[in-house]
């Protein structure tokens, strides 16, 4: 109960400050802009595998500014008064939840940018549209762990980066993978090997920063 | 002779393997041949990071349940221990590559993810460089490390084994087990696993005895200042 409060609270808080979403929805925005004004000259440049890299490099770099926020944006009062009203538990599971909603949202949108400005190579959008699903997954439960920590050590925007991104690149690797097998047209079979691997990477990657959120929350 | 006895040990394994690696003989193969010797150097070194990483993931673990500063002194010893070795095994590695594929760097799904799980380790000397707070730093590098060593598992172990590659053992390259029919390997290789991890623990407690006695003498210095 106090989990979808805390949900609540904080879709309610991002709604308050629009200046957030609509920073990162900017931020998208001008990345694929800008891709589609340098390649614009050589449309032909963007074949599959360099959209499936660019693609997936726009949605990494913008999860990790997102999610970056979730634990830095906090005022220094308001964690002691959330440890007085609540478990350290459902505070990661709500800030989880609410990442994870917001990779998906922000993951769409950048599908959705991609396939007005550049193209869209992809043939087999089920399978597709699941990656997407595991990615922001994936990208949230591994990045709101790291978050908390670099928001409790000082130079946070650098540490930030320097801790997710090796982090991250096990799910990377195989969401290009996967992504590489949808634009070929392979039969959807081809690919449930890498998304059941995802799926316990994420599943792993989640029990471990439920388990360890509690310690980072304590001090 | 009952404490030390397994530094001579250690001492003696590595002194036969460097002997043994390079002296006695090996299986002919094709492409591969004298090249194979690497097997004595490269892998043991890989075993060796592998373990030196579980014993400081494990004292990260212990430091979260019993946060005494001992702890993460343990940790932080055989994470060092365990990076070292894990550039060695890299550097003989690409060696190796070097004679066999070509080129030192190959861009094989299993030398990308040693190189990760690397990054990875460096990123935690970062953290622990950055947070000055002592007690914060030894509980943040404790959750970070759990953390890295449960994301290294799959770069290391499961991702390189899905993906076609040219190291020997995947890919349906022949691995350690189709080289020595024989057994000859085993008798030079086991003993470089033993000796190397023994080496890695040695290093890793002189590290913990000089660090526990810096500390010492800064709680003496304090007290002296009082």
Same mark, same amino acid.
């Given at each position: 109960m106090k989990t979808l409060q805390l949900i609540i609270k904080e879709s309610q808080l991002e709604l308050r400050r629009k200046s957030v979403i609509s920073g990162l929805a900017l931020y998208l925005f001008s990345t694929v802009f800008i891709y589609y004004l340098t390649f614009s000259l050589r449309?032909?440049?963007?074949?599959p595998f360099v959209w499936s890299a660019l693609f997936w490099v726009t949605i990494l770099f913008s999860a990790v500014n997102s999610i970056s926020k979730?634990?830095?944006?906090?005022?220094?009062g308001q964690d002691i008064y959330f440890y007085s009203l609540t478990s350290p538990e459902s505070i990661i599971i709500s800030k989880l939840v609410y990442n994870f909603f917001l990779c998906l949202l922000l993951s769409f949108t950048g599908y959705g940018l991609f396939m007005i400005f550049i193209n869209n190579p992809v043939v087999d959008h089920s399978i597709f549209a699941c990656t997407i699903m595991l990615a922001a997954w994936g990208f949230s439960s591994s990045l709101t762990l790291l978050s908390s920590i670099a928001a409790k050590a000082n130079n946070s925007s650098i540490l930030m980066a320097v801790l997710s991104f090796p982090v991250v690149i096990s799910i990377l690797l195989l969401v290009i993978k996967i992504t590489k097998n949808c634009i070929d047209g392979l039969?959807? !079979?081809?690919s449930y090997d890498e998304m059941v691997t995802l799926l316990a990477i994420n599943c792993l990657v989640t029990a471990m920063s439920y388990l360890l959120f509690p310690y980072i929350w304590r001090s | 002779m009952k404490k030390y006895w397994w530094k001579i040990l250690s001492v003696t394994l590595i002194l036969y393997t460097i002997v043994g690696g390079l002296l006695f003989d090996v299986p002919r193969l094709n492409i591969v041949n004298e090249t194979i010797r690497a097997l004595y150097f490269h892998v043991p070194m890989w075993f060796g990071m592998v373990v030196m990483f579980l014993v400081s993931t494990v004292y990260a673990a212990l430091y979260l349940k019993n946060p005494i500063p001992k702890n993460d002194t343990y940790s932080i010893s055989f994470a060092h221990v365990g990076l070292v070795l894990g550039m060695l095994g890299i550097c003989t590695g690409m060696i190796w590559a070097n004679y066999? *594929?070509? !080129?030192? *760097?190959?861009?094989d799904p299993k030398q990308n993810g040693a190189a990760i799980a690397l990054l990875i380790y460096f990123a935690y000397f970062i953290l622990r460089g950055s947070v000055t707070n002592n007690e914060q730093k030894a509980r943040l590098s404790a959750v970070y490390n759990i953390f890295a060593f449960t994301t290294m598992i799959p770069l290391i172990f499961i991702i390189p084994r899905m993906t076609s590659s040219?190291?020997?053992?995947?890919?349906g390259n022949p691995g350690f087990n189709m080289y020595d029919l024989d057994s000859k390997m085993r008798m030079v290789f086991y003993p470089a696993v033993i000796g190397w991890i023994l080496l890695g623990t040695w290093i890793a407690t002189l590290r913990i005895r000089i660090q526990l006695v810096e500390e010492k003498i800064e709680d003496y210095e304090d007290e002296q200042s009082r």
């Open positions: 449309q032909n440049l963007i074949n979730s634990f830095i944006g906090e005022k220094r039969e959807s !079979s081809v | 066999t *594929w070509g !080129s030192p *760097w190959h861009g040219m190291h020997p053992g995947s890919g």
